[in-house]
């Protein structure tokens, strides 16, 4: 099993930033590809943002521009930048590097307000 603890949420005014930071409890975690996934009340869970191992990006749509997801695998964490931020960002934010063999960690909340 591995763990994954993330941190950084917060209330944050539409247009300003947040850091998300997420400890990924695994040693090998630097060969594995890890994503940023958010969950809004009411909606699915989605994939916001991911890093190969090699530190290759994806982001979805509407993140585009403002999110950047990165990673420091020898301190095994992977953080996401999250600027220009709108209420259409509240959620619960989640790292994970295998979501069909791992189990979530608690997320870490993030507010926008209007």
């Known amino acids: 099993q591995v763990q994954f603890m993330e941190a950084g949420g917060g209330l944050v005014q539409s247009g300003g930033s947040l850091r998300l930071s997420c400890v990924v409890g695994r040693s090998v975690f630097r060969i594995w590809a890890v994503g940023w996934y958010r969950q809004a009340p009411g909606k699915l869970r989605e994939l916001v943002a991911s890093s190969t191992s090699g530190g290759n990006t994806n982001y979805e749509d509407s993140v585009k521009g403002r999110f950047t997801i990165s990673r420091d695998n020898a301190k095994n964490m992977v953080y996401l930048q999250m600027n220009s931020l709108n209420p259409e960002d509240t959620a619960v934010y989640y790292c994970?590097?295998?979501?069909?063999?791992?189990?979530w960690g608690q997320g870490t909340q993030v507010t926008v307000a209007s």
């Open positions: 994970n590097t295998d979501p069909e063999s791992f189990a």
